[in-house]
């Protein structure tokens, strides 16, 4: 199975997950009004997922670490799950950068 954006609803409102080879979720949207703008957050995380200096490593108060993926003007497009180490956190952003640009969407909301 390859890698793909999921677009789903959630109520009203849209979000949607990159989903890796293996189904699991390396990042997740926040949730957005209208569903063209889900869309365009998935074209902001295809355009800026091969920039590392996109990436903003963080540490959870618990100590777990995790990424997010912002865009050029600053504002987060992304955040991934909770990693149990650094290493498999940055593996986890190499799998978003070399996935996200060519990933297809599966589009769950029609």
């Known amino acids: 199975m390859a890698a793909a954006f999921v677009l789903k609803s959630s109520g ?3 979000h949607f997950n990159l989903r890796a080879g293996n189904n699991e979720t390396i990042l997740t ?3 957005y009004e209208k569903k063209d703008s889900a ?3 998935i074209e ?11 990436y903003e490593r963080k540490t959870a108060s618990n ?3 995790f990424f997010v993926l912002k ?3 600053g504002q987060v497009i992304g955040k991934s799950e909770m990693y149990s180490s650094t290493s498999a956190r940055d593996n986890g952003i190499q799998s978003v950068t ?5 990933a297809p969407l599966d589009d769950k909301t029609e």
Do not use: H, I, M
Request: charged share 30%.
């Open 63 to 65: 100590g777990d670490p």
């Open 71 to 73: 865009s050029t003007n």
């Open 44 to 54: 902001s995380v295809r355009k800026n997922a091969p920039d590392d200096a996109r």
């Open 98 to 102: 070399k996935t996200a640009p060519s």
């Open 29 to 31: 949207s926040e949730l």
């Open 12 to 14: 009203s409102k849209f």
């Open 39 to 41: 869309l365009n957050g």
